[in-house]
Nanobody, 115 residues
Framework: QVQLVESGGGLVQPGGSLRLSCAAS????????MGWYRQAPGKQRELVAT???????DYADSVKGRFTISRDNAKNTVYLQMNSLKPEDTAVYYC?????????WGQGTQVTVSS
């Protein structure tokens, strides 16, 4: 079993930045996808960004140009740099690790964008 530990959420003003981190508790299979999803109150969980173990990135249209996903394979860690944050980015952000067809999830970290 793999545990994912997230950090970096919080309260930020519109236009501000936050960086989320997610570390896997042990070495993970070399071929995998790590990513971030988010869920706002009353809405379904949605994809924010993913990055493969080979470095290919994918983003939701709503965050393109503002968010950047990256990973450090040696540390089994994925990051999400969020810039130019908007109130509509407010949500609980979940880290995800997909190995073949098995999904692992973090506990979630709250991001609130408000003045």
């Amino acid at each position: 079993q793999v545990q994912l530990v997230e950090s970096g959420g919080g309260l930020v003003q519109p236009g501000g930045s936050l960086r989320l981190s997610c570390a896997a508790s042990r070495n993970i299979f070399s071929i995998n996808i790590m990513g971030w999803y988010r869920q706002a109150p009353g809405k379904q969980r949605e994809l924010v960004a993913t990055v493969t173990s080979g470095g290919s990135e994918d983003y939701a249209d709503s965050v393109k140009g503002r968010f950047t996903i990256s990973r450090d394979n040696a540390k089994n860690t994925v990051y999400l740099q969020m810039n130019s944050l908007k109130p509509e980015d407010t949500a609980v952000y979940y880290c995800n690790l997909r190995v073949i067809s098995v999904d692992f999830w973090g506990q979630g970290t709250q991001v609130t964008v408000s003045s």
